[in-house]
């Protein structure tokens, strides 16, 4: 597992956001050129990060954790209602401290990979470095030392990698997969209790076969998004990590797809996991937001009662 480039960072956003706004083809003409390298942030956006970066790695310190959940924000999608578009799995000792192993399609090889970046690489996977978000999810003991182990694991890490990637893959399908279907079905893998007398899987298909039923079974919800059908019939035909083939007919013809987002694997752990916590962490320029609970942060990165609030220095 390596450190991916810019451009699968650049992809995995920009794919995300065609996924998730999926009528935006009245965006620029070369919108779908997204593997391209993105514009680098200027000096003193480049500081904020890295003094953002920081900042965040210093929480993950003070939870005493080795292991989270992290999801960032990628492209602009409040319009949506969707703040998070990436989940990947932050560690502790894994090469860098708290490096986030993660799914991205690798532009060259026309592929999903799995690849171990620093959390300053993750968190400037985005389009807007004057506004960023993370959200980070903390487990107990036991469901933490399994996913820990699940994700160092390389056999099993790999045991649930989809062959093929879909920016809108549909989580009861194997025929593709995204990013966050990835993290979902490891942490399925990773705490599922195995059958009595239950053989190893033959293959990565039949590994996430068994982690979507488990999902099915706890009673998982996607994200679901209603959508216009007729633009994103032509953008799936042309746009090649984008697809309908894996999609219920039932679903398409009520013009909704369901799609693993990050808040719909936050709210099943919460749900299932009692223990769990949340830290939210933004930036608006240099101002910084930390709170700490399943709530989320007002809209424009605005403390509320509690909140701590930090000025980083120029």
């Known amino acids: 597992m390596s450190r991916p480039s810019p451009a699968p960072r650049r992809l995995a956003a920009a794919a995300l956001a065609l996924a998730a706004a999926l ?36 929480e993950l310190a003070d939870s005493g954790q080795d292991v989270a ?30 490096s986030v192993r993660e799914l991205y399609y ?61 920016a809108n893959a549909y989580p009861f399908s194997t025929l593709f997969q995204n990013c966050n279907q990835w993290v979902l079905e490891l942490l399925a893998d990773a705490w599922r209790t195995p059958l009595e007398g239950e053989p190893e899987p033959g293959s990565a298909t039949a590994a996430r076969r068994r982690a979507q039923h488990w999902l099915y079974g706890q009673g998982y919800l996607p ?24 999609h219920p007919p039932a679903e398409l013809a009520a013009n909704r797809y369901s799609v693993s987002m990050p ?16 830290i939210e962490v933004c930036h608006s320029g240099r101002h910084v937001v930390v709170h700490h609970g399943w709530d989320a942060i007002a809209a424009g990165c605005v403390a509320g009662p509690g909140d701590r609030v930090v000025e980083l220095e120029d």
């Open 23 to 58: 009528t935006g083809a009245s965006g620029r003409a070369n919108s779908l050129e997204v593997c391209d390298r993105p514009a680098e942030p200027s000096a003193d956006e480049r500081d904020v990060m890295l003094r953002f970066g920081a900042l965040v790695r210093a």
């Open 69 to 98: 959940l992290i999801a960032r924000s990628g492209l602009d999608l409040h319009r949506l209602g969707v703040r998070y578009s990436h989940e990947g799995v932050a560690l502790k000792d894994n090469g860098t401290p708290w």
């Open 106 to 166: 690798a532009c060259d090889e026309h592929k999903p990979r799995l690849f171990d970046e620093g959390l300053a690489g993750f968190l400037m996977g985005t389009d807007d470095p004057a506004t960023s978000w993370v959200s980070l999810v903390l487990l107990p003991p036991p469901q933490a030392a399994a996913l820990r182990g699940a994700a160092l694991d390389k056999k099993q890490a790999l045991g649930v990698l989809g062959a093929t990637y879909s």
């Open 223 to 246: 994200t679901e998004f209603t959508v216009s059908l007729h633009p994103m019939t032509w953008l799936a035909d042309v746009v090649p990590w984008l697809s309908n083939a894996d």
């Open 263 to 278: 808040s719909s694997i936050e709210t099943f752990v919460q749900a299932k996991v009692p223990g769990a916590s949340r």
